[in-house]
């Protein structure tokens, strides 16, 4: 999902607005029934030109990081969490995107045709993109589709008859229909704006759904995840199995963010005037306004979300006492200093033996070492949440989430941020 390269995405996109946009209008001016009025040309450039503006915003708008005295915040320090790889506090909604290589507030997924997380600050502008490109691509196939049912109807229509220019006794037949090569442009254009404006359509359906619940892509993995983790404890009393045979209970946890249509529609756009939510120029949102959140009640402020999965919890490394021939260890066995001496010698025999074979296939060596790294890379992935994916057979990796971050048990504080908190509070 993340393997197209901004410099091949961004151009692409803009390539593909243009297309539509400026090489139609030219042609719809030729086909029948008759050209488009100066009114369908005025709005579909307008909305053309707002196309652009917001697809600049969502490009090229910051998509935000966690400040350092993120922690400071009292609603951020009693939900938030710790990254190890950004060494700094991650407050509630926030993910740590392995393309943008920090924490996002309020991230949404990474989008590989924006080339930047859809997050706090850039939601508004993605959304008005997607709604000004579907509005453009609906009246563009209106005025496709009247041209093509004229092409149809006029299929069996004969050639008109003329009188030939040098001998006017006889006639020609003149075709007056599109020429092939317009034909061709014609069909393509209806394929593709056609084609776009169903994907485009669907997003959009699904991004205005998420604005009115409050929630982001990631986060109805996380409610689908949750939800498949409840079902499947209820079966077994209430409990989930964690690693080393480890039991958690498993208790519903409803989402806590959905505070009401209203509140939602504010908080995902940033304002509360309804024009501005139209206007591609608006401000972007602050990113001060979205390291804390409104919370509903349902559950207990102070539990985070999401909930805590049983098989994101880390196998605890387990103590084995070395074997008794093991080197300079010799378990409960009593040894004279001579075994001891004899013993040594054996070992560093053993080790000179060791270092020859390993400078005659030092470079087989290596290629097996890269074999291995390969595979234990790919084990980790797999091992990482269990490989659960949802409904769409999506994983958190697939919008952008570094799971390292995410899965695995790298919440805890360090002992030296917590002194540090302790003494600014006991300043204050």
């Known amino acids: 999902m993340y393997d197209i390269s901004a410099g091949v995405a961004i151009p692409a996109v803009c390539a593909l607005i243009a297309f539509l946009s400026y090489s139609s209008q030219p042609l719809l001016q030729q086909l029948d029934p008759y050209p488009p009025s100066r009114a369908q040309s005025a709005v579909f450039n307008a909305l053309v030109a707002c196309i652009w503006t917001s697809y600049f915003r969502a490009c090229w708008t910051d998509a935000g990081g966690i400040p350092r005295d993120a922690s400071e915040g009292e609603g951020t320090a009693r939900r938030g969490r710790w990254c190890r790889k950004c060494e700094a506090w991650k407050p509630p909604r926030a993910h740590h ?84 090569t ?12 056609s084609l776009t404006l169903f994907a485009l359509l669907i997003l959009l359906v699904r991004s205005l759904w998420s604005l009115g619940a409050n929630t982001t892509t990631i986060e109805g993995w996380e409610i689908d995840r949750h939800g498949a983790l409840y079902r499947r404890a209820r079966i077994l009393g209430g409990w989930a199995h964690g690693p080393d045979g480890m039991k958690v209970r498993v208790k519903r946890q409803e989402f806590p963010y959905d505070v009401g249509v209203w509140k939602n529609l504010k908080q995902g756009m940033g304002t509360g005037n309804v024009l501005a939510w139209f206007w591609p120029l608006a401000a972007t ?17 102070s539990l985070p979300w999401p909930p805590l999965d049983p098989e ?29 001496v004899a013993a040594f010698q054996r070992r560093q025999a053993a080790d000179v033996a060791q270092k020859q074979q390993q400078r005659q296939k030092a470079k087989q060596a290596e ?62």
């Open 97 to 180: 995107c392995k393309e943008c290589r920090r924490c996002i507030p309020k991230m949404d997924h990474h989008c590989p045709w924006t080339a930047n997380c859809v997050s706090h600050t850039t939601f508004p502008h993605f959304l008005r993109f997607v709604f000004f490109a579907v509005a453009a691509m609906a009246q563009l196939e209106v005025l496709l589709y009247v041209r093509a049912e004229q092409l149809w109807l006029n299929r069996s229509l004969p050639s008109v008859r003329s009188p030939h220019a040098g001998l006017p006794s006889l006639t020609v037949a003149q075709y007056l229909g599109p020429t092939a």
């Open 182 to 193: 317009q034909l061709v442009h014609f069909f393509v254009l209806i394929v593709a704006n």
């Open 285 to 301: 949102p602050s990113v001060a306004s979205g390291l804390d959140f409104d919370h509903n009640g349902f559950t207990d402020p």
């Open 312 to 340: 994101r919890i880390p196998r605890t490394e387990r103590f084995t006492e070395p074997p008794p021939d093991a080197g300079f260890t010799h378990g409960s066995q009593t040894t004279s200093p001579r075994e001891e």
């Open 367 to 428: 290629d097996e070492e890269e074999e291995e790294e390969e595979e234990e890379e790919e084990e980790e992935e797999e091992v990482v949440e269990g490989a659960w994916t949802n409904s769409e057979g999506d994983r958190l990796r697939d919008y952008g989430v570094d799971e390292d971050t995410e899965m695995l048990a790298d919440d805890e504080v360090p002992l030296a941020e917590l002194l540090r908190r302790r003494r600014r509070v006991g300043a204050e």
